[in-house]
């Protein structure tokens, strides 16, 4: 099969990873990178060994696939461009910047026939793939994704920089609609809100508590749910997850907690997700984490917002905008 030859723009952190990822690969060539940073660019292009472009449209032409990992607000714009020339798209989370720049790239890559894949990395998290075979009927969800503050992804709140992973992966294992959201945030070291709890009822009765934080002191990335009979606990960072199930008593003795393991083998998140893009790109298939799925995360996401909103201006006195 020949090499698929594939291009990044944006190539900050996140997409120089993709970078990395893309010269490790055999079944790929990586043809270039844009940045509108020409010294990133070109710095990322020669770890790499591959040109430098200072636009997407320097790709245009070259590539039969590229990676976006631009800011948030630029999605939509450098994106549907691509996929209106004829390139599939693998875009970083959150999709866009609105619904509306969502169903604008979704529309766009339907009617030129391109595969349109979404960031969601955690989706292919071994532990998250393992839970997802054991979540029956969730009834109960608490979430942690907790770090330190950093300059990345200022741009947006930690609602779409972090939490937006986990209310991704909460909606695929409770698969149910939302029936109520209340949230609350503070900006605490940006002008952006940089903590929040959200705490999400769903129509099935489920119910999902979840923070997320980019100014704590340690990182922590735990999901836990309960269902009947079990508690479920997740730690993304290790990669994996431990089963506590009540089994009844014998004779009339008291029910037993059994615990259990469960067996995952590690694996970089980012490379599955990229070697899950590259297979729908070759086979011309739908791709594991859909545009459309990923809206629902955006929309959920934005609801929290609004009731971060609807919260601060309940209070007494104005919350400061960072220092």
Not at 108 to 126: D, K, S, Y
Not at 232 to 240: A, G
Not at 273 to 279: K, P
Request: glycine share 6%; aromatic share 4%.
């Amino acid at each position: 099969m020949p090499k698929t030859r594939v291009g990044i723009v944006g190539v900050g952190y996140l997409g120089r990873q993709h970078a990395r990822i893309y010269s490790e690969l055999d079944r790929v060539e990586l043809v270039g990178v844009a940045d509108k940073n020409p010294e990133t660019a070109a710095s990322v292009a020669s770890e790499f060994r591959t040109a430098a472009y200072s636009d997407a449209r320097g790709l245009l032409g070259r590539v039969a696939a590229v990676s976006l990992a631009t800011p948030t607000s630029e999605h939509a714009a450098i994106g549907c461009e691509l996929l209106r020339q004829g390139i599939d798209v693998l875009v970083e989370k959150p999709i866009a910047s609105s619904l509306e720049e969502a169903e604008a790239l979704i529309r766009t890559a339907r009617t030129h026939g391109r595969i349109l894949q979404v960031g969601h990395l955690e989706r292919f998290n071994p532990a998250v793939i393992a839970a997802r075979r054991i979540a029956t009927s969730p009834l109960f969800f608490e979430v942690h994704r907790l770090g330190v503050f950093t300059s990345r992804s200022l741009d947006i709140d930690v609602v779409f920089d972090l939490m937006i992973h986990d209310l991704d992966v909460v909606l695929d294992l409770v698969r149910s609609p939302v029936r109520s959201v209340r949230a609350v945030g503070l900006p605490i070291l940006s002008g952006k809100v940089d903590i929040a709890n959200a705490r999400i009822e769903f129509e099935n009765g489920c119910v999902a508590n979840l923070t997320a934080s980019r100014v704590s002191t340690e990182k922590v990335r735990k999901l836990r749910f309960f269902q009947r009979g079990q508690y479920v606990s997740l730690d993304y960072t290790r990669q994996d997850v431990v089963v506590l199930s009540v089994k009844p008593g014998q004779g009339g003795a008291p029910p037993l907690i059994a615990s259990q393991k469960i067996d995952t083998t590690r694996r970089e998140p980012l490379r599955a997700e990229i070697e899950s893009f590259l297979h729908a790109v070759e086979n011309r298939t739908e791709p594991e984490v859909t545009a459309e799925s990923s809206k629902q995360a955006l929309e959920l996401a934005r609801r929290v917002v609004e009731e971060i909103e609807v919260h601060t201006a309940s209070l007494p006195a104005p919350v400061a905008d960072g220092i």
